[in-house]
C-alpha cells in the first residue's frame, strides 16, 4: 500500500514573515494528518527558518531544484550536498516552469536526478505535456519521453529506491483548469505501466503525485484514482487552510 504525499510547491512566493506564519499553521494543523505525508517546498533562502519551525512536526521539507553540479565555480547554483546539509528530503526536479522559463533539457534535468539520488534526496521528477501537444494527441509520448532518461538510471541501479513522479499538464498549472479524474488517471496508469516495465516492484512502490491546480474542491475525485497517490499544490499551498483541507481527503 503506497502512502499518500501532499507536497505544497510555493514557487517564489512570500517573505520572511509571510513564509514563517504559513510554516507555522500547516506545522500547527499537520497532526490532524497521520495516514499521510506531507512536504512542503519553499524558496531556498527559507529553507532554513522552515526546516526549524517544522522540526517537531511531521511535515517534511524539500527544494525546488538542485544543481547538476557538485560544488565550485558555478554562480548561483545550490549543490545536492548542501540540501542535504539543511535536512531537506526531497527535491522537485523538470518542473514546467523550469524546463519552459529556464529552458531546462531532459539531459540536465537527468544530471540533477543523479546528483539528488548520490546523496539521499529523494526526487520528484515532475512531467507533462502542454496543450497544443495535448491537442496534437502527443500526451503519453511526450510523458514516455521525459520518464526514459529517468527509469533507465533507476534499472540500472535498482537499489535506488525512493522515487516520485509528478504528472503535471502544463495547461493545468496555475490555471485554474484542471484534469479530468479520468484524464489524470489515464496518464497515471501509463506512467505505472512504464514503471512496470523496468519491475513489478517499483511500478508497485512508486508513488504518483497529480499536480495542476488541485485544490480542497476538486482534491477528492482526483485523489481516488488508483493510480493517483497524492498531489503536489502550487496556488493552494499557500493557504494553510487549503493545503491541509486537500490533505484532508486522502487521510482516509
Ligand atoms: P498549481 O501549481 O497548483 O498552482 O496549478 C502546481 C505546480 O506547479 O506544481
Not at 499518500?4 to 506545522?27: C, D, Q, R, V, Y
Not at 519521453?145 to 533507465?152: F, P, W
Request: charged fraction near 20%; proline fraction near 5%.
Amino acid at each position: 500500500m503506497r502512502r499518500p504525499l501532499i507536497a505544497g510547491n510555493w514557487k517564489m512566493n512570500g517573505s520572511f514573515a509571510s513564509i514563517a506564519t504559513l510554516t507555522t499553521e500547516i506545522a500547527a494543523k499537520s497532526n490532524q494528518l497521520s495516514n499521510i505525508d506531507l512536504a512542503v517546498f519553499p524558496p531556498f533562502v527559507y529553507l532554513p527558518k522552515v526546516t526549524e519551525l517544522l522540526a517537531d512536526s511531521n511535515v517534511k521539507v524539500g527544494a525546488q531544484t538542485v544543481s547538476e553540479f557538485d560544488e565550485g565555480a558555478y554562480t548561483g547554483e545550490v549543490a545536492a550536498s548542501m540540501l542535504k546539509e539543511l535536512s531537506c528530503r526531497y527535491v522537485l526536479l523538470g518542473h514546467s516552469e523550469r524546463r519552459h522559463i529556464f529552458a531546462e533539457s531532459d539531459e540536465a534535468i537527468m544530471a540533477k536526478y543523479q546528483k539528488a539520488l548520490s546523496v539521499g534526496l529523494t526526487p520528484i521528477l515532475c512531467v507533462g505535456e502542454t496543450l497544443e501537444q495535448r491537442d496534437s494527441a502527443q500526451t503519453l509520448p511526450v510523458v514516455q519521453r521525459q520518464l526514459a532518461a529517468a527509469l533507465k538510471l533507476t534499472d540500472n541501479s535498482p537499489s535506488l529506491a525512493d522515487v516520485i513522479i509528478a504528472y503535471e499538464p502544463v495547461w493545468a498549472i496555475g490555471t485554474g483548469k484542471t484534469a479530468t479524474p479520468e484524464q489524470a488517471e489515464e496518464v497515471h496508469a501509463f506512467i505505472r505501466g512504464a514503471l512496470n516495465d523496468v519491475s513489478p516492484e517499483l511500478a508497485d512502490r512508486t508513488r504518483l503525485l497529480y499536480g495542476g491546480s488541485m485544490k480542497p474542491e476538486n482534491a477528492e475525485q482526483l485523489l481516488a484514482m488508483p493510480n493517483i497517490d497524492g498531489g503536489l499544490i502550487g496556488g493552494a499551498s499557500l493557504s494553510a487552510e487549503k493545503f491541509i483541507e486537500i490533505g484532508k481527503k486522502c487521510n482516509k
